[in-house]
């Protein structure tokens, strides 16, 4: 089924580009939110993907069972998945500032000297 | 949002979540759970009486301001680590007292994670909150 | 002595709140610190000088084989000396110098910090160690050049020096890197002692990496225009690190590895070659300077590349000139860079025309500018005298093309001869010049600098052989790695040297005489100063600079959208560029994989349909709220996922931080602006195609990546020791709290970061300033 995770990955990447390319504020946060769902499951896939084989060790084991899934991208996701918490918090407020002084969502309007 | 069914289920909701909270991160270590999941669970349930009652009133239930509860969390962590670098091993090995039990330094910088997070979510929600009031 | 270069940095660290309680009262306690390393390094001269060579090591960075090591031999012991000794005196100048400026706080930690570094640098018994020491001098020596920055000038001057000497130390760098690969260790002593550098294959690399380090920091051609430059720095450091010590590093790096890099090919037409220029080229300099401080930079140009040629001809006697010269110069030249900044205080000028006739006035700092250019122009009895009989025996002693340069030398000798005059004499003799202020000599503490180092250039004269027993002789033997010559005399009865030393001083002071009509032509030598390497160096930073504002007006134009386009295609290209590397196969081993049972199937299939779904529908939603709430399903579709190929804890973390999210969102909804008015933005065809292609490529790239690891994982070894080394069972908690814990501490830092970040923020826009 590594297609399936595959499908996922590329449409939620080519969404998320597209939101953020699109140009306006909520867009640009949405695609962002979107961009990290896709990371997240990309990392994912990235340590193989195994069913029904959890690295947990059972009572009394000294080991996950053979063939259970690699543990390190699942302990770098879930780190990942709550800093992509943080850092949308910070983007959303970044653009709350930025739109309210601009008072506009199009993004090429800010910030910029040129602009 | 603050209907009297989002308050009355958020007086019965909000212990029980936090005693999930306290459980996930207990049995982290050898079930699903741990420092993160277990924060971002006790921060959930912060936020539905922040919903329900306002945040002044999970404020006062938190006692300590949830920002605070960020240097206090890095600090639990730090110092779980600094026990095994002032024994002269590697900054943050594990120590455990007796092989087996669980109240080894993983456990105090898990709790350390737990605080942290709690405090960095419940900053930003409630500041966020309180800019819309 | 690792410990007197911590204690001569603390002192820095000290000094401004020293400086800020006391004012310059602080200076003769700060002035205590390098006076007593001097003093030590003074006391141990004997014992060195007899063979016992002190020595410290402790481990720093085991793994590299780098030790925090110092050796104090000859040659080391000649330069703490000096870095020392001139030190103390300058920091007591330095004081009444710069009296009530605002920054002498400031000025006194840079001060020191380079004074460690050049400690360091002198008794290092560590490549490595050796070239932090080396940075440090070359950050602190732009700190001081710069130190005037208010000042247009001295910013670019700083700025010129850095970018040479910085440069200079990247190419050193590579040097003493390679050095320590060929000998196999980056202990000084030791590559000193093995004998496999200089038929290494590397040699020629080796070489060329440390004598650009060196060429640069030491001002050889053709890297020499930085240090008329530096003249903007205040007096008090030009005179310690633009003329008596720094400077010296270069050279002393050379003197330092001579016995493993010396006595090829490559090494004598080099340093002769490039030494020999630049000797001249110096003597040229100084020849037609109006400005004091000026004159002396050249003339220390010139000394430096006359003591980079003694290093290239690598004969015993060119190492004795080497160490003696090294001392005269540092004596007399730190001498007449204090009478300059008093001739300066006293005046207001700099400029030789407007001086003369000070000795009345000034007759300390007369006395002391006698002396010194006596010396420097190689008068007996002095030790410049000295350093210039045996620089010609050296010269005309040399192995190869001895006539070349002998004449070379002889004719900087009479150049130098003529500036000595004109520094030395012209300010104080002849008739007074009408001058702004009113000129007398200055405060006790700025007599004291130049009459001691003039007294030293008398006395080391005078008592020439314990000051060649002591100082001259183990600095030559550690330079050659064998016992050095010995011999040194004032009177050697009548030899061609000495024929050779007198007509230097009469050409000299012929030409002194006739100065009027020399310097009348002087202004032809002008067009000749401006080419060259300055040149090279003005015109490659306008092109950089020019380069930059070009590619400034083209890609930040100050379009975000434009910014976002060229990151993202950045990121494609190279992805793009590992996956074209990668073989295909890859992806059909993914695809081949064993299915997983109708029950999982199925749940896959609903986790992409909610996935899938979600995006689609975000991207099309009529309303914003319709936009969160399909951003959800996209969470829960990547839940289910987790879920499904063994992820719990990713699973539960995922499901909460999904309404944490939908919170977030929905508090900030309200406050965002609005769409504007019309139809909404397409992102258009080249966008949506850029799009497009990220989305194929990041499939591609989760297709192969999810095939079998080609090689083993490192969580193998996390897997095997979670439950014997961690005592738990749940791995992914384990490698977060235990194995990994480290990355952990750091990423929950960056969550506190975060959550502060947004407070400010959000203080910010309360107070009504413009968002950053």
């Known amino acids: 089924m590594s297609l399936a995770v595959a499908l996922a990955v590329g449409v939620v990447f080519a969404v998320s580009l597209r939101l953020l390319l699109q140009g306006t504020l909520w867009h640009l946060l949405l695609g962002l939110a979107l961009l990290s769902h896709g990371t997240h499951l990309l990392l994912f896939a990235a340590g193989g993907l ?24 699942q302990a770098l996701v879930l780190t990942a998945i709550v800093i992509a918490f943080a ?18 969502d199009d993004i090429d309007a800010y910030g910029g000297d040129r602009g | 949002m603050t209907t009297l069914i989002v308050r009355t289920a958020t007086r019965y909701l909000m212990p029980l979540l936090l005693l999930f909270s306290l459980f996930l991160l207990w049995r982290g270590h050898h079930e699903p759970g741990g420092g993160f999941v277990g924060g971002l669970v006790a921060a959930t349930a912060f936020v539905l009486l922040a919903i329900a009652d306002g945040t002044s009133a999970a404020r006062r239930l938190l006692r300590i301001a949830p920002v605070r509860l960020v240097p206090v969390g890095l600090a639990t962590s730090l110092v779980a680590g600094l026990g095994a670098f002032v024994l002269g091993r590697p900054f943050l090995t594990g120590l455990w007292p007796e092989a087996g039990i669980a109240l080894g330094t993983p456990l105090l910088f898990d709790v350390g994670v737990y605080l942290t997070v709690v405090g960095v979510v419940l900053t930003i929600l409630f500041a966020l909150m309180e800019e819309g009031s | ?26 200076a003769p306690a700060l002035a205590v610190v390098p006076a007593g390393v001097a003093a030590w390094a003074a006391a141990g001269q004997a014992a060195i000088a007899r063979g016992e060579i002190p020595a410290w090591r402790t481990p720093w960075i085991p793994s590299l084989d780098v030790a925090w090591a110092f050796r104090v031999d000859g040659l080391a012991n000649l330069l703490v000396l000096l870095v020392a000794g001139i030190g103390a005196l300058v920091v007591l100048y330095a004081a009444a110098y710069l ?104 040699y020629p690399f080796i070489l060329a990496g440390i004598a650009v380090g060196a060429f640069t920091k030491s001002a050889q051609w053709p890297f020499h225009f930085w240090l008329p430059g530096a003249m903007q720095a205040p007096t008090p450091v030009s005179a310690y690190l633009h003329s008596s010590t720094m400077v010296k590093a270069g050279v002393f790096l050379l003197a330092r590895l001579s016995p493993v890099l010396g006595g090829t090919d490559a090494w004598q037409v080099t340093l002769v ?183 030293a250039g008398v006395l080391t004269g005078l008592l020439v052989g314990p000051a060649e027993r002591l100082l001259v002789a183990p600095a030559a033997s550690a330079i050659l790695q064998q016992e050095a010559p010995t011999g040194l005399a004032l ?134 709220l319709v936009a969160v709430a399909s951003l959800g399903a996209v969470g829960f579709g990547v839940a289910l996922f987790f879920l499904v190929y063994s992820a719990p804890d990713l699973a539960l973390t995922q499901l909460v931080i999904e309404v944490l999210t939908v919170v977030l969102l929905l508090l900030v909804l309200p406050h965002l602006p609005r769409a504007k008015d019309g139809a909404p933005r397409s992102p258009g065809a080249a966008r949506t195609g850029l799009a497009l292609l990220g989305g194929l490529t ?62 400010a923020l959000l203080a910010t826009h309360r107070r009504g300033e413009p968002a950053p």
Request: proline share 5%; with cysteine.
């Open chain 1, 50 to 73: 195994v069913a029904g084989g959890p690295p947990l060790a059972l009572e009394g084991a000294l080991a996950p069972a053979a063939g259970a899934a690699d543990p390190l991208p």
């Open chain 1, 87 to 104: 850092v949308l918090a910070f983007a959303l407020v970044l653009g709350l500032g930025a739109g309210r002084d601009a008072k506009t």
């Open chain 3, 1 to 26: 002595m690792g410990w007197i270069v911590l204690l001569v940095l603390a002192t820095g660290l000290v000094a401004p709140l020293a400086i800020r309680r006391l004012g310059e009262r602080a």
């Open chain 3, 99 to 202: 009296r009530g400026h605002a920054q002498l706080g400031r000025f006194f930690a840079f001060l020191f910090v380079f004074m460690a570094g050049m400690l360091g640098i002198a008794a290092a018994d560590d490549v490595l160690l050796l070239f932090v020491f080396w940075e440090l001098t070359t950050v602190s020596s732009f700190l001081l050049i710069g130190f005037d920055a208010h000042r247009q000038a001295s910013r670019d001057a700083a700025r010129q020096s850095l970018i040479v000497t910085v440069a200079g130390g990247l190419a050193l760098l590579v040097g003493l890197l390679l050095l320590v690969d060929a000998a196999g260790t980056s202990s000084l002593s030791e590559i000193l002692r093995s004998d496999v550098v200089r038929s290494h294959p590397h």
């Open chain 3, 273 to 455: 070659g490039v030494g020999g220029i630049t000797m001249l080229l110096g003597a040229v300099m100084a020849l037609g300077q109006d400005d004091l401080k000026r004159l002396l930079a050249g003339s220390t140009i010139s000394v430096l590349g006359l003591l980079t040629m003694l290093l290239g001809l690598g004969t015993p006697i060119a190492a004795r000139a080497f160490a003696v010269t090294l001392l005269a110069h540092a004596l007399y030249k730190g001498t007449l860079f204090l009478v300059a900044g008093n001739v300066d205080k006293a005046t207001g000028t700099r400029s030789l025309e407007r001086l003369g006739g000070l000795r009345g006035a000034m007759p300390w700092t007369a006395g002391a500018a006698a002396v010194a250019a006596l010396s420097m122009a190689g008068g007996p009895p002095l030790f410049g005298f000295l350093a210039k009989e045996t620089a010609y025996e050296a010269a005309l002693e040399a192995p190869h093309a001895s006539w070349l340069v002998g004449t070379a030398t002889v004719l900087t000798g009479v150049c130098l001869v003529f500036a000595a005059l004109r520094v030395g004499l012209q300010p104080f003799y002849g008739a007074a010049r009408p001058t702004e202020r009113t000129p007398r000599d200055p405060a006790p503490a700025m007599r004291l600098g130049p009459v001691v180092l003039a007294g």
């Open chain 3, 491 to 624: 009177w050697h009865g009548f030899t061609p040297i000495l024929a050779l030393s007198a007509l230097t001083l009469a050409l000299g002071a012929g030409l002194f005489r006739a100065r009027d009509a020399l310097l009348s032509r002087a202004p032809a030598l002008a067009p000749l100063a401006r080419m060259g390497p300055a040149r090279a160096y003005t015109a490659g930073l306008d092109g950089l600079l020019r380069f930059a504002a070009w590619q400034t007006r083209t890609l930040q134009n100050g379009s975000l959208r434009r910014y976002l386009a060229i990151t993202l295609g950045a990121a494609l290209v190279t992805v793009l560029a590992a996956l074209g590397r990668t073989p295909l196969d890859r992806a059909w081993n993914a695809l081949a994989l064993p299915s997983e049972g109708p029950a999982l199937v199925g749940l896959a299939l609903a986790a992409t349909l909610l996935v899938v779904g979600g995006a689609l529908l975000a991207a099309r939603a009529a309303t914003r």
């Open chain 3, 698 to 759: 990041m499939a591609a790239l989760a297709l192969v990546a999810s095939a079998p690891p080609l090689a083993e994982p490192i969580s193998d070894y996390f897997s095997a020791q979670s439950v014997p080394a961690a005592h738990g069972r749940n791995v992914v908690n384990v490698i977060l709290v235990d194995f990994r814990a480290l990355d952990t501490l750091g990423e929950i830092t960056v969550l506190g970061v975060a959550a502060l970040g947004i407070l």
